[in-house]
């Protein structure tokens, strides 16, 4: 093989796949072993070396607009980068100049062309075998345009760890407010299911409200309260939805939501407000039910955020409203509670998500 | 020789030096770092439901969080987005349906009508003037008007059950609420209209601060339909109490029901709405 056919031959690769850093490396790799002692010879080499950078300086844009045929349908942005080995695009793969060896026949289409096709003008064209030729033979094919609207969930849950510290803040109740720190634990099963627990602790941070004190001067009517300790529940995570969204200046986020639901305990108990001098009440497990919703944003393929609702249903023990009236019956704890009430606390649940492992294979292709 | 070998090893610095040059030029190519669709829009034949385009939405919301009455909203919204992610329009609303809370119930059946409650809670042997029940002097919000601007930054889609795709977007609100209140009026602590005898309501308008965020679900080019929550914050009476006015920082009460005795609240509701839009919509590049 000749200089100038290495030379040719890198060049039209180069124009082809249009891309990668390998072409520079091709033409030095096949310079090896060449004679350098004639300057005309640098010339080409220089000449050479301009083509593929010619052909990579196409302007912003330019090279989004044409798409190569064969170009994974969803690339988009740089995210097939971190999924994909080299090689594995059909763009990364040298085209075979010969036409022979790697190129498959097209399917359908075996029209002569009538003109104007590439292999009326190169009949050694890859493609232009016995099926004829590869543009018009495409153009005749039948169109699947069976594309899913998320062509690769973002990030994939398929038997995957994850870790979710969250804050938590009660919303409906107006009287107690139940704030502190939780961490929630999920495996998932499937793409969509997962089962894991959750750990809330409350202790120390319930907070008797000013809305509290100004009903209870106004009218004289105590409002029986309780507070939390902690709770632990065991839980199943289903996964219905996920997205993405496209924000200005180009940026995409993706998101799932979920439903989750499960069962446990919650440590209450009453804070004496209706006869605090007789009365101290100790923490005790009431079963707890819970479901709820939520939202994960992910910032990327193992770290989100998420909000999440969650209501958790357990039925609470509250204080009597009704003081008896000697001093034995006072101190008895039996006469401290009154009836068994069910009750919600919703709360708010802010916190991140981290998934392990950090990364993982797709199985299929874009 | 000596002429040969300068000119070869000139050649040969400027071949390197291409070579370098071309390297770092490639360097810079979007094109090598991210693809063949390098430089292109991150969305491409995109459906813009809203640029230049008036949508009209019924609305149903209700009020969150409430202390002593619950309303129920029905209302219209319109708008006219100027671009994709911008828009301005109003929102009003009418309080169809208001009732009150089993707080309001049980302060209505248990508080006991006695000199240091008369203020506060009807007591129907002593009312002279205006409502005799407690659930009756709960404030309530009547009707709302908000001239908004909206911006809705993020654009895409969703996938429910894997079956389902539509075209979603998440957009934020922000303008100024005119909400017509029935409150308690003006009393006080003494003559005809003290506050033990007189529980007459009056109406106002309380003016706010209003926005939130919402996410809505286009299900065809005229069709759309979502959720919204909306943040109200302002100050007002919600249960007729007088609770300030005298003592250290006024915060003990004074017998008289003003404006003093309005407290702040982060009102809140979420309004669900079908949104019909037109003329037709257009396709981005």
């Given at each position: 093989m000749?200089f ?12 082809e796949?249009g891309?990668?850093?390998r ?15 004639q ?11 301009m ?12 090279g989004?607009?044409?798409p ?5 349908a ?17 763009g ?11 190129t498959d026949?097209?399917a ?62 009660s ?13 929630a ?5 499937s ?17 008797d ?8 001067r ?8 309780n507070e939390y ?11 219905p939805?996920?997205g ?17 639901g499960?069962?446990g ?45 969650r ?6 023990r ?22 068994s ?18 990364s993982w ?5 874009k | 020789?000596?002429?040969?070998w ?12 291409a ?18 669709l ?7 034949k ?10 009209v939405?019924p609305?149903?919301s209700?009020?969150?969080l409430?202390?002593?009455r619950r ?16 828009g ?11 009732y ?11 508080s ?31 009707w709302f ?5 909206t911006f ?6 969703l ?14 609100h922000l ?10 009026s ?39 339909f ?20 005298t ?12 404006s ?16 019909f ?7 981005s590049?």
């Open positions: 000749s100038f056919s290495i030379l040719r031959r890198t060049a039209s690769q180069s124009l796949v891309s990668t850093r072409k520079p490396e091709l033409v030095t790799q096949s310079m090896e072993g060449v004679t350098m002692k300057a005309r010879w640098w010339l080409l080499m220089a000449a050479a070396l083509v593929p950078t010619g052909a990579l300086a196409q302007p912003k844009g330019g989004g607009k044409n190569k045929p064969g170009t994974p969803a690339a988009s942005g740089g995210d097939i980068e971190l999924d994909e080995k080299p090689g594995d695009k059909p990364d793969k040298p085209a075979d100049p010969a036409g022979a060896g790697t026949p097209p359908g289409g075996t029209d002569n062309p009538a003109g104007g096709g590439i292999c009326d003008v190169d009949p050694t064209a890859p493609g232009c075998g016995k099926g004829g030729d590869v543009p018009k033979a495409n153009a005749n094919a039948e169109v699947k345009a069976d594309i899913v609207a998320v062509q690769q969930i973002y990030a994939l849950k398929y038997h995957r760890f994850e870790v979710n510290p969250y804050f938590a803040l919303l409906n109740d107006q009287f107690v407010s139940h704030v502190g720190p939780g961490i634990a999920n495996w998932y099963i793409d969509v299911l997962a089962v894991g627990a959750n750990f809330n602790y409350y202790g120390g941070l319930n907070v409200s000013e809305f509290n004190f100004q009903n209870r106004a009218t004289r009517v105590a409002v029986p309260l300790l902690l709770g632990v529940n065991a839980n199943m995570t289903y996964v939805v996920y993405k969204f496209a924000s200005i200046g180009d940026f995409i986020f993706h998101y799932d939501a979920y439903v989750v499960g069962v305990a919650l440590w209450t108990r009453p804070i004496a407000v209706i006869d605090p001098d007789n009365r101290k009440f100790d923490y005790q497990a009431r079963i707890a039910f819970n479901a709820g919703i939520g939202l994960r944003v992910f910032f990327n393929r193992w770290f989100a955020a998420t909000a999440e609702i209501d958790y249903i357990y039925p609470e509250i204080e009597s409203t009704v003081v008896p009236t000697n001093q034995k019956d006072q101190t008895d704890p039996a006469k401290w509670t009154g009836d009430q069910l009750t919600n606390n919703v709360q708010a649940q802010l916190g991140v998500s981290i998934f392990l492992p950090f294979e797709y199985r299929l292709p | 020789m000596v002429r040969q300068v000119v070869g090893t000139s050649l040969g610095l400027a071949a390197i030096g070579l370098a040059a071309s390297e770092t030029e490639a360097k810079a190519q979007e094109i090598q770092l991210t693809g063949p390098a430089g292109a829009p991150n969305v491409r995109l459906r813009l439901h809203r640029e230049g385009r008036f949508e939405a609305t149903f209700f009020s969150l409430d202390e002593y309303t129920m909203v029905v209302g219209l919204r319109a708008h006219y987005n100027i671009k994709e992610w911008l301005f329009g109003v929102w009003g609303g009418y309080g169809l349906i208001s009150n809370t089993d707080l309001s119930d049980q302060i209505q059946a248990k006991p009508r006695v000199p240091q409650t008369n203020v506060n809670i009807p007591d129907p042997s002593k009312v002279t003037a205006g409502v005799k029940d407690f659930g009756e002097q709960t404030a309530k919000m009547t008007a908000v001239p908004q601007v809705s930054p993020f654009r895409g889609k996938g429910l059950f894997r079956a389902v795709f539509p075209d979603v977007d998440l957009y934020f303008g100024a609420a005119f909400v017509g209140l029935s409150e308690r003006d009393c006080t602590a003494t003559g005809t209209k003290n506050c033990t005898v007189n529980h007459e309501m009056n109406s106002r308008v309380a003016i706010a601060p209003t926005f939130g965020l919402g996410l809505t679900f286009y299900t065809g080019r005229l069709l759309s979502g959720a919204e929550y909306r943040a109200l914050p302002f100050e007002w009476n919600r249960a007729g109490f007088d609770t300030k006015g003592g250290n920082n006024g915060n003990f009460p004074d017998n008289k029901v003003d003093q005795d309005r407290t702040f609240k982060f009102n809140q509701m979420v309004s669900l709405f079908v949104g839009s037109f003329p037709d919509l257009k396709v590049e």
